[in-house]
């Protein structure tokens, strides 16, 4: 019996059979429904340390950011983001019509304004298809159980839920990687 990592080095199904799934994906998904469980079961307060329990700042790292490129240079509020980040939010700024009477510098006032949302929700879609598309070819020839399982994990782990919770954008980064490993 191989392991995953064996299976998709060499890219072909023999001796690489649902024992081995199983073996490896039953724990982890265990795992982490154990962990959602136990995070329901304590109201929220233990997931604190990995995600922002506070509802009214869900997904303010691309709207606050978004609302620092509007004006024009987003280090001179402070911001440490790396500069491709930049040249991502700028593309999708010029997505977000203006003149509409909302305040542009404003994270929170562009988070209520759908045109400003809609080119981030798109920029996840598209993320979460590549993901998607580069999963099932790392493991193409495998058992359809084994991909879903596999995809199921990647798009479900704590930095992709954390990733998605706060309007991070570094889901490119993570989808690039693995169309990397995809095509390799």
């Given at each position: 019996?191989?392991?995953?990592?064996?299976?998709?080095?060499r890219?072909?199904?023999?001796?690489?059979?649902?024992?081995?799934?199983?073996?490896?994906?039953?724990?982890?998904?265990?795992?982490?429904?154990?962990?959602?469980?136990?995070?329901?079961?304590?109201?929220?307060?233990?997931p604190?340390?990995?995600?922002?329990?506070?509802?009214?700042n869900?997904g303010?790292?691309?709207?606050?950011?978004?609302?620092?490129?509007?004006?024009?240079?987003?280090?001179?509020?402070?911001?440490?983001?790396?500069?491709?980040?930049?040249?991502?939010?700028?593309?999708?700024?010029?997505?977000?019509?203006?003149?509409?009477?909302?305040?542009?510098?404003?994270?929170?006032?562009?988070?209520?304004?759908?045109?400003?949302?809609?080119p981030?929700l798109?920029?996840?879609?598209?993320?979460?298809?590549?993901?998607?598309?580069a999963?099932?070819?790392?493991?193409?020839?495998?058992?359809?159980?084994?991909?879903c399982?596999?995809?199921?994990?990647?798009?479900?782990?704590?930095?992709?839920?954390?990733?998605?919770?706060?309007?991070?954008?570094?889901?490119?980064?993570?989808?690039?990687?693995?169309?990397?490993?995809?095509?390799?």
């Open positions: 019996m191989k392991g995953i990592s064996e299976c998709v080095r890219k072909s199904p023999a001796g690489c059979g649902i024992e081995t799934a199983i073996y490896y994906l039953v724990p982890l998904i265990s795992i982490t429904l154990g962990s959602l469980v136990c995070f329901w079961l304590d109201y929220g307060n233990n604190s340390a990995y995600f922002i329990t506070d509802w009214t869900t303010m790292d691309y709207f606050n950011m978004l609302a620092a490129v509007s004006q024009g240079d987003p280090y001179a509020n402070y911001a440490n983001w790396p500069p491709m980040c930049f040249l991502i939010l700028r593309f999708l700024f010029h997505f977000v019509p203006r003149g509409e009477g909302v305040d542009l510098s404003n994270g929170f006032a562009m988070r209520d304004y759908m045109p400003a949302a809609l981030y798109v920029y996840v879609v598209a993320c979460l298809l590549v993901i998607g598309f999963t099932m070819r790392l493991l193409r020839g495998s058992k359809p159980i084994v991909q399982s596999m995809l199921a994990a990647t798009i479900l782990c704590g930095p992709m839920l954390f990733a998605l919770e706060r309007g991070n954008i570094i889901l490119i980064s993570f989808a690039s990687l693995l169309v990397y490993l995809a095509l390799y």
